[in-house]
């Protein structure tokens, strides 16, 4: 049905003359001569339509007439789109036969307060590391900080393959942005570990307009809904990365000659990102466990968008270039990696004080290593020496052969139950390893005493 014409055309955006008055908000709208042109509806006045468009404006005409498409954005929200992988409309990206059985619309209402569930069970994620310093429990958000060649990808192969294997929790992955070439190694990768079976990917790639990379991320979170409301069971999603969102929608406001606000962002940010975190909830039913990459901008924490994100995380990850220098993977910073759950009250008084002993051990040796730098091992007291070579014995210790990279290292990977951790980390505090040599911790599961 012919619902109006465009009258001006913009990078992103096209104004349309309406002749139906029952065009509203969120309505898609497409060329009548060509399908390739289509619109979404933001904005309407008494003759008009604002709309961004949802491909490339290029070859687009004035006077081009529009008609309302019936199924508007939707994504598959059945078991079928297990395994698969879609773009941020929900249309299949693998060039494999698809049939789809049901649709939802990706602008889905967020969860109501009365079947809110913020009380959960534990996350073990068999990752000694994450699990000892950042515990987590079903239903946290996650913020993952970390550049490339540092072994994020690598880290989240290895949590979909132990939380599939431990606890049969299904995957979401979300690539906001991705660069072609960064999304076909990392599909490429999940396939060559058999873990496609077990997710779903979508990709808005960063070649596409701002409208694609702003659209993948709802596209994804109905894939999630799905598996919490229908399936009623528990799901990771991963957003690589959630700042990506941000800068789409900043590039969409300037397009629409907002204000803009703050280190160049809209004055909407917060209820644009607010939008995203509170569809993330959990229910009687389900979970949704997300981990969220966050770009730093100019290595500025402070920086308006990154505040807006982290302000809904329950804790971070951080993976830092120095460690992985060193050989030691998962090459996450200990002091940075936080999360609200670790209090005596919530993990136990004897994990909580094994962090805060760990923690003390580690940042005396940061101490230590400039002072021997500068007069040698000889000149420490007893007490430092100790300190000095058993949180050598602790660094190493948090190394971890992993499952995904088994064909890399020869290193059979290994999941690591938190009580061996504890047992662990508390032997070497305690001296009971002071004769076992640090290399004896380097890549291992749990500590085997000969």
Do not use: W
């Not at 009548?32 to 008494?46: L, P, Q």
């Not at 990706?106 to 515990?135: C, H, W």
């Not at 999603?237 to 789409?248: E, G, K, M, S, V």
């Amino acid at each position: 049905m012919e619902v109006g014409k465009i009258i001006s055309i913009f990078e992103i955006s096209v104004e349309v003359v309406v002749s139906d008055n029952t065009i509203k908000i969120g309505d898609v709208l497409e060329a009548v001569d060509n399908s390739k042109y289509r619109f979404e509806v933001i904005e309407i006045t008494n003759t008009t339509a604002l709309c961004i468009s949802l491909n490339s404006t290029r070859g687009l005409k004035k006077g081009t007439i529009v008609k309302k498409v019936d199924d508007g954005l939707k994504m598959e929200y059945s078991d079928a789109l297990m395994g698969r992988i879609f773009d941020a409309y929900g249309e299949v990206l693998d060039n494999k036969e698809f049939k789809s059985i049901k649709k939802k619309f990706i602008n889905n209402s967020t969860v109501s307060m009365k079947d809110l569930n913020v009380e959960s069970s534990m996350l073990k994620t068999g990752i000694k590391v994450i699990d000892f310093f950042a515990p987590m429990q079903k239903g946290f958000k996650m913020g993952l900080l970390g550049g490339a060649g540092v072994g994020k990808t690598v880290l989240i192969k290895e949590l979909i393959y132990n939380l599939y294997n431990t606890s049969k929790i299904n995957s979401i992955f979300v690539g906001i942005g991705e660069r072609s070439r960064e999304g076909k190694e990392l599909y490429d990768d999940i396939v060559s570990s058999n873990l496609l079976d077990n997710m779903t990917m979508v990709f808005g790639q960063m070649s596409k307009n701002p409208v694609v990379r702003s659209k993948c991320v709802q596209t994804g979170l109905v894939a999630a809904e799905y598996l919490r409301d229908e399936k009623k069971g528990d799901v990771l999603l991963f957003i690589d990365n959630i700042y990506r969102y941000i800068q789409a929608r900043s590039e969409i406001s300037m397009e629409l000659k907002e204000m803009l606000v703050g280190n160049g962002y809209p004055s909407s940010t917060a209820a644009e990102v607010s939008k995203i975190e509170e569809r993330l909830s959990s229910t009687k039913d389900g979970t949704i466990t997300s981990f969220q990459a966050i770009y730093i901008p100019a290595d500025d924490y402070n920086d308006d968008a990154v505040q807006n994100v982290v302000s809904y995380m329950d804790g971070q990850i951080v993976l830092d270039r120095h460690i992985a220098e060193l050989g030691i993977y998962p090459a996450i910073d200990v002091f940075k990696s936080t999360s609200r759950l670790v209090d005596k009250d919530k993990i136990g008084e004897r994990h909580f004080k094994l962090v805060e002993e760990t923690l003390r051990y580690l940042t005396r040796y940061q101490e230590l290593e400039e002072i021997i730098a500068v007069l040698g091992i000889d000149e420490l007291s007893d007490e430092d020496k100790n300190i000095f070579h058993r949180s050598r014995k602790l660094r190493y210790y948090f190394s971890q052969p992993l499952h995904v990279s088994e064909q890399f290292t020869n290193i059979k990977g290994e999941y690591v139950e938190l009580e061996d951790v504890l047992n662990d980390v508390e032997n070497i505090l305690n001296g009971t390893y002071d004769n076992v040599d640090e290399k004896e911790f380097f890549y291992i599961g749990k500590y085997n005493a000969h």
